[in-house]
Structures are given as structure tokens and as C-alpha cells.
């Protein structure tokens, strides 16, 4: 069964790092990509990076420069980090993992990363 599972939150200053991990069990016949959204209270749930099968990743205007994500693939898993250097308050929000398969998206619990100032 595909449960992505997220780790790597928590509380940093602003103008500090963290990095997010996300694991997966997905066949490679049917795995398209993976993404990290995130959505902070009051707003709606926004695509912070994403990155295809093909290892190809693609950026909100928001991050770009400063997020970097990558892939790794070992035996039916998959795992996903989003690298956060320099971050900002207005990146306080709770970020979920997406896989993406042939037939479904399915999705993270969320892990909060809160950015002090």
C-alpha cells in the first residue's frame, strides 16, 4: 500500500536550513513523480516543488533558488527531499507529501516547519 511517510519538520530562525524526507513503497510501473505542497492557516494548500519520475523538478516562484528537490529510488521505494535553505517566515505552514501514480495521488499526514523571525 502507498503511505507516504514525512519527516524532517520543525522550528528554525529565519535565514536557517532544514530538510524535509518523504518515503514511499511504489511500483515503477505505475509511479509518475512526487511533490511537496504546503498550506499555512487561512490559505489554500499550494505546489512548492514537484519532481517526475525522470528526476525533472519544477518550482514555485516562491522558492525558487532557495528549495532544491530531489529523488531516490531502491527497490519498489521512493523517496523524495525538499533541501530549504534561507527560509522565511512566509514559509511557516505545514508541507504534505504527494506521490503520484498512473491511477492516484495519495498523500502525506503533513509536517509543520515553523520559521522564526
Known amino acids: 500500500q502507498v503511505q507516504p511517510v514525512e519527516s524532517g519538520g520543525g522550528l528554525v530562525q529565519a535565514g536557517g536550513s532544514l530538510r524535509l524526507s518523504c518515503s514511499a513503497s511504489?511500483?515503477?510501473?505505475?509511479?509518475?513523480?512526487m511533490a511537496w505542497y504546503r498550506q499555512a492557516p487561512g490559505k489554500q494548500r499550494e505546489l512548492v516543488a514537484d519532481i517526475s519520475s525522470g528526476g525533472i523538478g519544477n518550482y514555485a516562484d516562491t522558492v525558487k533558488g532557495r528549495f532544491s528537490i530531489n529523488i531516490f529510488r531502491d527497490n519498489g521505494k521512493s523517496t523524495v527531499t525538499l533541501q530549504m535553505n534561507r527560509l522565511k517566515p512566509e514559509d511557516t505552514a505545514v508541507y504534505y507529501c504527494?506521490?503520484?501514480?498512473?491511477?492516484?495521488?495519495?498523500w502525506g499526514q503533513g509536517t509543520q516547519v515553523t520559521v522564526s523571525s
Open positions: 504527494n506521490v503520484r501514480t498512473k491511477t492516484l495521488n495519495y
Open positions: 511504489v511500483s515503477l510501473f505505475s509511479f509518475n513523480g
